[in-house]
C-alpha cells in the first residue's frame, strides 16, 4: 500500500505547479482523495477534497479559483493544479485516501 507524492519545487509568486499523487496496492477508486498542507509548526491543513467519483470538490477558502483537484481512477493517481501561487502557500503538501499518507513533496513560492 503506498502513496507517492511528486511534483514539488520552487516556484515564483504567480507561477504554477502540478502536484500528482500516485497510489498503489490498494483499490483507489474506491476512496474520496485529499490534499492536505503543513509548515512547520502549525497544524496540518485541509486544502481540496475530491470524491471517489471525481464529481464532488471542496476547496479551503484560501485556494478557491486558484487550486484544482483532480483524479484519474484508471491511472490511480491524483492531482492538484496549483495556479497563482503565493508565498503563503509554501508548505509540504500530502495526499490523502482514508488512512493512508503520502510522504510529502515541499511547495516553495518565492522570489
Known amino acids: 500500500v503506498q502513496l507517492v507524492e511528486s511534483g514539488g519545487g520552487l516556484v515564483q509568486p504567480g507561477g504554477s505547479l502540478r502536484l500528482s499523487c500516485a497510489a498503489s496496492?490498494?483499490?483507489?477508486?474506491?476512496?474520496?482523495m485529499r490534499w492536505y498542507r503543513q509548515v512547520p509548526g502549525k497544524e496540518r491543513e485541509l486544502v481540496a477534497r475530491?470524491?471517489?467519483?471525481?464529481?464532488?470538490?471542496d476547496y479551503q477558502d484560501s485556494v478557491k479559483g486558484r487550486f484544482t483537484i483532480s483524479r484519474d481512477n484508471v491511472k490511480n493517481t491524483g492531482y492538484l493544479q496549483m495556479n497563482s501561487l503565493k508565498p503563503e502557500d509554501t508548505a509540504v503538501y500530502y495526499c490523502?485516501?482514508?488512512?493512508?499518507w503520502g510522504q510529502g513533496t515541499q511547495v516553495t513560492v518565492s522570489s
Open positions: 490523502n485516501l482514508d488512512t493512508r
Open positions: 496496492g490498494f483499490t483507489f477508486s474506491s476512496y474520496a
Open positions: 475530491i470524491d471517489s467519483y471525481g464529481g464532488i470538490k
